[in-house]
C-alpha cells in the first residue's frame, strides 16, 4: 500500500496532541507526517508559560521529549514558515522556497495576539515598540521578563484569562500592577456581573489595580522614547514602566485564505475537520466549527481525537461534537471556575445564586429542564469539579439544589459501624456500656468488637472513656 | 517427613485473602476452633471475621465427598476414583487424539499452594502438552504484576515487608480498601497514622478505608490515570521532583515529564471530578521530607488501562526519589490467598516456575532439563484467562477444560456468556471441595482436601513464604490435587516425570526448578519456613537470609535502573452514554471472600452479609423512586443482574457499586464488560455503563443461586 503523505503546518499544542493520537492509533506505520513550525524550539506546553516569566527556559515545558519525533520517523521543520500552500497541486513552499508534497494537510496555525486600537503601540517598521508587549509565546515572555523590574508600574490592557495571567505573573515579579478593562466586569464571556465584580474586589485586596469599563487610547512616551504610561480616553494617565497587551486573540487564517481555503473568523470545518477542499483539514485555535473558534485545550483535544480517526482512515463516523466549556483557574490565590452559559437564556431558567460578601464568595447554577446549563463561581471554586461531571453528564439536578454545592460525601456513616470485622455500630457499643460494661474486655465479651483485627480498640476504648464517668475505667488497649 | 504434630494445638494460616493470617487451630472432638497467632509478625494475633469463622468449612454435610460423573442422562452419579480418572484420561487423550494437544487447557488459581500450582503448570505442558493454562490470577494481579516487571524489573507485590507502613510519612492507597479486603492491615495503617503520618485514599466511594484517611479524592470510576497524571504535573509544578534519585536510579524521566505537563489541574478537575485544593493537598504530603509510599489495590488495575495506570503510580515514587529506600516505595496489595506464589510457578499463560518466560530458549531449557524433557517439546505461549474461557467449544478452541479451585461462572466478566461457552465443552472437569456454579455444569467432579486437611506453602502479599499445615484428616474420599494430578499424568504415559508425591517433595522440587530464575525459592525449606516464620524470596542459596527488602541498591532491569513510563490518559472501553448513563463498578465486602463458594455457606457469614447489595446514591435513589432494601434491575450491554438497593451517600452520585460474591441473577459480572487491557490482558471489572431500572416490580426476586 502507498504511504500517505501527511503535511502539519504549525507545531503547537494541537499539533502534539494529534500526533499523539495518530501514535496510539499505529498511524506512522502507513504514513510519513511532516511538520512545519515557525518558533524555533519544539511544541511548548502555552498554559504553562507563565514558568517562563518566573525564570524557567523552554526545555521546561516542552510537551515531547527529545527524540520522540525522530523514534517515530517524523520530520519536524523547525523555523519553517509556510508562505503558500497550493491544495489542488498538494504542495506547500516554505519561505526558503523548498517546495513539500503532501496527500493530506492539516492547518494547525493556531492564533496570534488581537491588538487594541491604540495610538504609539507600533514603531515605523510595524513592530511593537519597545516596553509593550503581547503574552502569547514564548519570545513574548522573554519581552516581559526583560521589562519588568521590581517595585515598578505596569499596565496589563484585557481583563480576560490572559490579561489576569498576567497581571498575576507581573505581581509575582515584585512590579505594582494596574489592569484596565473596557467592559464593566472581570472575565466577562466566562463570568457574569456579579462573579466579574467578586473577582475584581477579591483581585484588588491583593493589591492588583483594577480600571474597568476604561477605553485605553495611547500609549504615553518620556524622554527617550521610553514608555511611562498609558492614555485613557478620558484623558486620565495610569503609570507604567511596561504594557502588555492581552485583549484576546485571534485564528491566524491568512495563508488559509491566501490560498482559497474557505475562512470566516476562523478555517470553515465540519464535524469530522474537513474544510471542504479535497485532503486539506485544520483544528484547534485557527479552525471555526460551527460558527465557533475555540481557545482553551479540552475541546482542542477532542478535535485532535477525532482528526487522527479521520486521517488514520477508521471509517468508524467519529464526529467532533460541541464541546462542554469549562474554565478554571486560580488568580492570585483567587479560584475562578465557569461552565456552560453565565446569564439565564430562557424564561423557565431557573437561577440559583449564593452570595457571601465578605468572604467574596460567589456561586450561581443555572438550571434549565433540571439539569445544569451552566455555573459561575468565584472565591471558592471546590464543587466546580463536581458541578463539570454533572454539566458534562446532563444528570438530573437534587430536588434541593444546594445540594448540588455540597461536598459529594456527607458522611452518614460515620458513628456507624466501629468494629468492621464484626459489624458492630457504636450505637449497640454504647447502649452496652449504658447497662453497665466498663472495661474493654467486658464489651468485647458482649458485642464481639475488637474480638477481631483489633484496630478498633482504640476507638472503643474512647468511647468507653467519653460515656463514663467512673476513674475505675479500664482501658488498656 | 516434616512432623505433622496431632491433636494439639498447631499453627498455621487463614484460607482466604493473601494477608495469611497466622493462625492457632485446635481440633475439639469433632469441631475445631480457630485462633489468632500472636506470635506470628503480620497480623500478631489479630483475624477478621471470616477467619475466625473458617471452622464453619469444617465437616460440613455438604462437602463434595466421591469423585461425581454425569451419566447419559445428565445427572451426576457417585463413581470410583478408578472409574473417575480413567474418564478423564480417556477422554484428555480422545481430544488430543482428534484435535490436538491445545484442545484440552487448564484453568487454575490463586488459591492454591505453591505445590500445587507447579505441579498443575507442570502437569499442563508435560502431561496434556497444551500452551493453554492460565488462572484467576490473571483477573487479579496481572496488571499489577506487568506494571511491576515494566517499572522495576521485578514482580513482587510489596517489595517491602508489612511493617514497614509505619515509617512511611505518607501512605496514598488508590483504589484499595483494605479496612475490608485486608482487615488485619488497618492495625499498620493506624501505627503509621498514630506516629504521625497521613493516609490517602484514592476510591470513588467513601469506603470504610476513606472514612479513616486524612484525604479522599473520589474519581469518576476509570479516571484514576487522569488524577495520578495530574499528581505528577503538581509535583513537577511545586518543583519537589528529585532530580539526583532519577539521575543515578532511573531512566526515561523526559517523557513522563512531558505528558503529565500535559495533564493540567483544569483538565484532570473535569475529567476525574476532583479538585485541585486536594490534588495540591495531597502532593504537598506525598512530597514533604519523609518517606513515601503508593500501595495500590485492583481499582486501578482492573480497567482495561490498568497497567497504564499502575506504571502512573510508580512514576510518582520515582519521581519523588522515594523508592528502594525504607519507608518508601510502590506496592501492588495482592487479593487472593496465594495470589504472589501463584504467578510464580507457571500458572501463568506466558510463564514457567520462578517467574520464566515461555518465551525464552534459556528459561526452557532451563525448567525442560528439571522436569526431563526436551525443550521443543515443551509448548510456547497459551491463551490469557479471558480469552480462553472465551474461545471455549469455538472453532478452533479448546473442546476440554480442566478447571482446579476457581469458580469461573461468577469470577469471570461478562459472566453469561462464558457459561454458554462452558457449555459448549465436549469435558469439563472441575476440582473443588465443594460445589459451586461453575461444576454445576461439570461432567466429572473430583473432590479434593481443603486447607486444614493438607499441608503446603503459600506466598504473601509480602513475598514471605509462609507454611499451612494439616490439622485433620480430610473427609470422605477427597484426596490431594497433587496425588489426582499424579494419577491422570500416569493414565496420560508420564508417570515417570511425576514421582515426587508428598507436599514437600514438590517443593523440593520447584524449589530447585526457581533456582536462577527472578522469584528464586531454591535456598528455601520446609524446616526453614518453621523456623524463621516465613522466609522472603528471592531466597537463591542455604545460607541467603532471604529478601525482606528490595531495589535497596539496584532496581530489577538489567542496568539497575527503574523506569519511568509516559502514561496518557485514555478513556474505559465504554464510556456512560445516553441509553446507559451510570457508571458501575464492582468490589469486595469484608464477609464473603471472591466468588462466595467458601464464604457464602458459612453460617455466620451468611448472617451478617446475606444478599448483595448495590450501594446506590440518595439522590439518583430519589429520581427513581428506589426505597432501601428493595430489590432492583441494574442492566449493560451484557445483561441483567438484581441487587438489593442500599442507600448511602457514600458513593458518587453517577455512580453504582455492587459486590461480585454472589452468582445467579446476583452476579455483579453478568453486567461488567471484557475489554482487556493490552499489555495484561486483564478485563475492565472495574467500570462499565450501566442503566437502573426507573420502578422496581414488586416480583421481582434475587432467584436462583444467591
Same mark, same amino acid.
Given at each position: 500500500m502507498k504511504r500517505i503523505k501527511l503535511a502539519i503546518i504549525g507545531n503547537g499544542m494541537a499539533t502534539s496532541k494529534l500526533l499523539e493520537e495518530l501514535d496510539r492509533k499505529h498511524a506512522f506505520s502507513k504514513m510519513d507526517v511532516s511538520v512545519f513550525g515557525e518558533e524555533p524550539h519544539g511544541a511548548y506546553n502555552r498554559i504553562l508559560l507563565d514558568r517562563i516569566l518566573k525564570g524557567g527556559n523552554v526545555g521546561d515545558i516542552l510537551l515531547k521529549p527529545e527524540g520522540w519525533h525522530q523514534d517515530r520517523s517524523i520530520m519536524v521543520h523547525k523555523k519553517a514558515k509556510v508562505t503558500m500552500v497550493s491544495p489542488a497541486a498538494k504542495r506547500l513552499w516554505t519561505e526558503d522556497g523548498t517546495e513539500h508534497l503532501f496527500d493530506k494537510l492539516v492547518f494547525a496555525t493556531g492564533s496570534k495576539p488581537r491588538l487594541p486600537q491604540m495610538e504609539g503601540l507600533k514603531d515605523p517598521q510595524g513592530n511593537l515598540v519597545p516596553g509593550v508587549c503581547a503574552f502569547r509565546d514564548v519570545s513574548d515572555c522573554q519581552k516581559m521578563k526583560e521589562y519588568a523590574s521590581k517595585g515598578r508600574n505596569a499596565v496589563v490592557i484585557g481583563g480576560g484569562l490572559l490579561g489576569l495571567e498576567a497581571a498575576k505573573g507581573l505581581s509575582d515579579l515584585g512590579m505594582s500592577v494596574n489592569l484596565a478593562h473596557i467592559f464593566e466586569t472581570l472575565m466577562n464571556r466566562q463570568l457574569d456581573r456579579m462573579g466579574g465584580l467578586m473577582l475584581g474586589r477579591a483581585m484588588e485586596r491583593l493589591g492588583i489595580g483594577i480600571r474597568t469599563g476604561v477605553l485605553t487610547k495611547g500609549i504615553v512616551f518620556g524622554p527617550k522614547n521610553k514608555v511611562i504610561g498609558v492614555r485613557?480616553?478620558?484623558?486620565?494617565?495610569?503609570?507604567?514602566?511596561m504594557v502588555v497587551l492581552a485583549i484576546g486573540i485571534q485564528p491566524r487564517v491568512s495563508l488559509a485564505r491566501e490560498s482559497d481555503i474557505p475562512v470566516n473568523a476562523g478555517i470553515l470545518v465540519n464535524d469530522q475537520l474537513w474544510t471542504g477542499i479535497e485532503g486539506v483539514f485544520a483544528l484547534g485555535e485557527c479552525a471555526e466549527h460551527r460558527g465557533i473558534t475555540h481557545g482553551t485545550i479540552q475541546p482542542i483535544y477532542e478535535q485532535c481525537s477525532v482528526l487522527a480517526e479521520v486521517l488514520s482512515g477508521n471509517p468508524t463516523g467519529?464526529?467532533?461534537?460541541?464541546?462542554?466549556?469549562?474554565?478554571?483557574?486560580?488568580?492570585?490565590?483567587?479560584?475562578?471556575?465557569?461552565?456552560?452559559?453565565?446569564?439565564?437564556?430562557?424564561?423557565?431558567?431557573?437561577?440559583?445564586?449564593?452570595?457571601?460578601?465578605?468572604?467574596?464568595?460567589?456561586?450561581k447554577l443555572i438550571i434549565r429542564n433540571g439539569r445544569l446549563a451552566g455555573a459561575v463561581l468565584v472565591g471558592d471554586a471546590g464543587c466546580a469539579p463536581a458541578l463539570a461531571r454533572r454539566f458534562e453528564r446532563q444528570d438530573l439536578m437534587p430536588a434541593n439544589r444546594l445540594d448540588a454545592l455540597a461536598t459529594p460525601f456527607r458522611s452518614a456513616e460515620r458513628g456507624g459501624v466501629i468494629c468492621h470485622c464484626n459489624r458492630v455500630t457504636e450505637e449497640v457499643v454504647l447502649n452496652h456500656i449504658r447497662v453497665g460494661c466498663r472495661t474493654l474486655q467486658e464489651i468485647t465479651a458482649k458485642t464481639g468488637a475488637g474480638s477481631g483485627c483489633g484496630s478498633c480498640r482504640g476507638q472503643l476504648a474512647s468511647l468507653l472513656l467519653r460515656n463514663t464517668t467512673e476513674k475505675s475505667v479500664a482501658v488498656s488497649v | 517427613m516434616f512432623a505433622l504434630p496431632q491433636l494439639q494445638p498447631v499453627r498455621t494460616h487463614c484460607p482466604f485473602c493473601a494477608f495469611q493470617c497466622g493462625t492457632v487451630v485446635s481440633p475439639e472432638g469433632n469441631q475445631i476452633r480457630i485462633e489468632g497467632?500472636?506470635?506470628?509478625?503480620?497480623?500478631?494475633?489479630?483475624?477478621?471475621?471470616?477467619?475466625?469463622?473458617?471452622?464453619?468449612?469444617?465437616?460440613?454435610?455438604?462437602?463434595?465427598?466421591?469423585?461425581?460423573? %454425569?451419566?447419559?442422562?445428565?445427572?451426576?452419579?457417585?463413581?470410583?476414583w478408578e472409574e473417575a480418572l480413567d474418564l478423564v484420561a480417556n477422554r484428555?487423550?480422545?481430544?488430543?487424539?482428534?484435535?490436538?494437544?491445545?484442545?484440552v487447557a487448564v484453568f487454575g488459581s490463586g488459591a492454591l499452594t505453591n505445590e500445587k500450582a507447579y505441579y498443575l503448570a507442570k502437569f499442563a505442558r508435560v502431561a496434556l502438552k497444551t500452551a493453554n493454562i492460565d488462572y484467576n490470577g490473571r483477573f487479579c494481579m496481572s496488571s499489577g504484576a506487568a506494571g511491576n516487571?515494566?517499572?522495576?524489573?521485578?514482580?513482587?507485590?510489596?517489595?517491602?515487608?508489612?511493617?514497614?507502613?509505619?515509617?512511611?510519612?505518607?501512605?496514598?492507597?488508590?483504589?484499595?480498601?483494605?479496612?475490608? +479486603?485486608?482487615?488485619?492491615?488497618? !492495625?499498620?495503617?493506624?501505627?503509621?497514622?498514630?506516629?504521625?503520618?497521613?493516609?490517602?485514599?484514592?476510591?470513588?466511594?467513601?469506603?470504610?478505608?476513606?472514612?479513616?484517611?486524612?484525604?479522599?479524592?473520589?474519581?469518576?470510576?476509570?479516571?484514576?490515570?487522569?488524577?495520578?497524571?495530574?499528581?505528577?504535573?503538581?509535583?513537577?509544578?511545586?518543583?519537589?521532583?528529585?532530580?539526583?534519585?532519577?539521575?543515578?536510579? +532511573?531512566?526515561?524521566?523526559?517523557?513522563?515529564?512531558?505528558?503529565?505537563?500535559?495533564?493540567?489541574?483544569?483538565?484532570?478537575?473535569?475529567?476525574?471530578?476532583v479538585s485541585e485544593s486536594q490534588m495540591r493537598l495531597a502532593v504537598d504530603w506525598l512530597g514533604d521530607a519523609r518517606p513515601a509510599m503508593v500501595l495500590s489495590g485492583r481499582g486501578p488495575e482492573q480497567q482495561s488501562k490498568g497497567v497504564a495506570t499502575v506504571l502512573a503510580c510508580a512514576n510518582l515514587v520515582l519521581a519523588l526519589g522515594k523508592s528502594g529506600k525504607p519507608g518508601c516505595g510502590y506496592g501492588c496489595l495482592t487479593g487472593q490467598a496465594n495470589g504472589q506464589g501463584g504467578r510464580e510457578h507457571g500458572q501463568k499463560a506466558d510463564q514457567l516456575p520462578g517467574y520464566r518466560s515461555i518465551t525464552?530458549?534459556?528459561?526452557?531449557? !532451563?525448567?525442560?532439563?528439571?522436569?526431563?524433557?526436551?525443550?521443543?517439546?515443551?509448548?510456547?505461549?497459551?491463551?490469557?484467562?479471558? /480469552?480462553?474461557?472465551?474461545?471455549?467449544?469455538?472453532?478452533?478452541?479448546?473442546?476440554?477444560?480442566?478447571?482446579?479451585?476457581?469458580?469461573?461462572?461468577?469470577?469471570?466478566?461478562?459472566?453469561?456468556?462464558?457459561r454458554q461457552r462452558l457449555g459448549a465443552l465436549d469435558c469439563l472437569v472441575v476440582l473443588d471441595a465443594f460445589a459451586n456454579e461453575t461444576s454445576e455444569g461439570a461432567d466429572v467432579i473430583l473432590p479434593v482436601t481443603q486447607w486444614m486437611e493438607e499441608t503446603g506453602t503459600t506466598t504473601n502479599l509480602e513475598g514471605r513464604v509462609i507454611l499451612r499445615r494439616k490439622v485433620t484428616d480430610a473427609p470422605g474420599q477427597a484426596m490431594s490435587d497433587i496425588w489426582i494430578l499424579r494419577e491422570l499424568a500416569k493414565r496420560l504415559g508420564v508417570g515417570d516425570k511425576f514421582t515426587a508425591q508428598d507436599p514437600e517433595d514438590v517443593f523440593a522440587e520447584l524449589a530447585k526448578a526457581t533456582a536462577g530464575g527472578k522469584a528464586d525459592y531454591s535456598g528455601i525449606t520446609w524446616q526453614r519456613i518453621d523456623q524463621e516464620k516465613g522466609v522472603f524470596w528471592p531466597c537463591p542459596?542455604?545460607?541467603?537470609?532471604?529478601?525482606? %527488602?528490595?531495589?535497596?541498591?539496584?532496581?530489577?532491569?538489567?542496568?539497575?535502573?527503574?523506569?519511568? !513510563?509516559?502514561?496518557?490518559?485514555?478513556?474505559?472501553?465504554?464510556?456512560?452514554?445516553?441509553?446507559?448513563?451510570?457508571?458501575?463498578?464492582?468490589?469486595?465486602?469484608?464477609?464473603?471472600?471472591?466468588?462466595?463458594?467458601?464464604? %457464602?455457606?458459612?453460617?455466620?457469614?451468611?448472617?451478617?452479609?446475606?444478599?448483595?447489595?448495590?450501594?446506590? !446514591?440518595?439522590?439518583?435513589?430519589?429520581?427513581?423512586?428506589?426505597?432501601?432494601?428493595?430489590?432492583? /434491575?441494574?442492566?449493560? %450491554?451484557?445483561?441483567?443482574?438484581?441487587?438489593?438497593?442500599?442507600?448511602?451517600?457514600?458513593?458518587?452520585?453517577?455512580?453504582?457499586?455492587?459486590?461480585?460474591?454472589?452468582?445467579?441473577?446476583?452476579?455483579?459480572?453478568?453486567? +461488567?464488560?471484557?475489554?482487556?487491557?493490552?499489555?495484561?490482558?486483564?478485563?475492565?471489572?472495574?467500570?462499565?455503563?450501566?442503566?437502573?431500572?426507573?420502578?422496581?416490580?414488586?416480583?421481582?426476586?434475587?432467584?436462583?443461586?444467591?
Open positions: 485613557l480616553a478620558d484623558g486620565e494617565i495610569l503609570e507604567a514602566d467519529a464526529a467532533y461534537q460541541e464541546s462542554k466549556t469549562y474554565t478554571k483557574l486560580k488568580v492570585a490565590g483567587v479560584e475562578v471556575a465557569s461552565m456552560g452559559i453565565n446569564e439565564p437564556a430562557d424564561r423557565d431558567d431557573e437561577v440559583v445564586q449564593v452570595v457571601e460578601e465578605k468572604r467574596c464568595i460567589y456561586r | 497467632d500472636e506470635s506470628f509478625p503480620i497480623n500478631q494475633g489479630r483475624m477478621c471475621i471470616k477467619g475466625f469463622r473458617a471452622s464453619e468449612l469444617h465437616n460440613r454435610p455438604d462437602r463434595l465427598l466421591t469423585p461425581l460423573i %454425569r451419566n447419559a442422562s445428565g445427572k451426576l452419579c457417585q463413581a470410583s484428555f487423550r480422545q481430544l488430543r487424539a482428534n484435535h490436538g494437544p491445545e484442545a516487571n515494566l517499572a522495576f524489573g521485578l514482580d513482587r507485590g510489596m517489595p517491602f515487608p508489612m511493617e514497614d507502613l509505619p515509617l512511611a510519612g505518607t501512605i496514598l492507597l488508590v483504589g484499595s480498601n483494605p479496612v475490608e +479486603t485486608l482487615p488485619p492491615m488497618t !492495625h499498620w495503617l493506624q501505627t503509621q497514622r498514630q506516629s504521625g503520618g497521613k493516609l490517602i485514599v484514592i476510591d470513588p466511594r467513601q469506603s470504610a478505608t476513606a472514612l479513616m484517611a486524612d484525604l479522599h479524592l473520589a474519581p469518576v470510576p476509570g479516571t484514576d490515570l487522569a488524577l495520578l497524571n495530574g499528581l505528577l504535573h503538581l509535583i513537577i509544578e511545586t518543583e519537589k521532583v528529585d532530580q539526583k534519585f532519577i539521575a543515578v536510579r +532511573t531512566s526515561g524521566f523526559e517523557a513522563a515529564k512531558a505528558n503529565a505537563l500535559g495533564h493540567h489541574p483544569a483538565m484532570v478537575e473535569q475529567i476525574t471530578g525464552d530458549p534459556d528459561h526452557r531449557s !532451563h525448567i525442560a532439563s528439571i522436569w526431563g524433557v526436551s525443550p521443543e517439546d515443551l509448548p510456547t505461549k497459551g491463551l490469557s484467562a479471558f /480469552e480462553l474461557l472465551d474461545a471455549l467449544g469455538q472453532p478452533g478452541g479448546p473442546k476440554g477444560l480442566l478447571v482446579v479451585g476457581s469458580n469461573v461462572v461468577v469470577a469471570s466478566p461478562d459472566v453469561d456468556r462464558i542459596h542455604s545460607n541467603h537470609p532471604g529478601t525482606k %527488602r528490595l531495589f535497596l541498591d539496584r532496581f530489577g532491569h538489567p542496568d539497575g535502573r527503574a523506569r519511568f !513510563h509516559a502514561t496518557p490518559y485514555t478513556q474505559a472501553a465504554e464510556e456512560p452514554d445516553r441509553e446507559y448513563p451510570l457508571y458501575f463498578t464492582t468490589g469486595r465486602n469484608l464477609e464473603h471472600y471472591n466468588s462466595g463458594s467458601q464464604t %457464602r455457606r458459612m453460617e455466620s457469614l451468611v448472617l451478617a452479609n446475606p444478599e448483595p447489595v448495590l450501594k446506590i !446514591h440518595p439522590e439518583l435513589a430519589m429520581l427513581h423512586g428506589i426505597n432501601e432494601g428493595e430489590i432492583v /434491575e441494574v442492566e449493560s %450491554r451484557r445483561g441483567a443482574a438484581r441487587f438489593v438497593a442500599g442507600i448511602s451517600p457514600d458513593i458518587r452520585p453517577d455512580t453504582l457499586f455492587a459486590p461480585f460474591h454472589w452468582g445467579g441473577m446476583g452476579a455483579a459480572n453478568l453486567l +461488567t464488560n471484557p475489554a482487556l487491557d493490552p499489555i495484561s490482558r486483564m478485563p475492565e471489572f472495574k467500570v462499565c455503563a450501566s442503566r437502573i431500572k426507573s420502578r422496581t416490580n414488586p416480583d421481582l426476586c434475587l432467584g436462583e443461586g444467591r
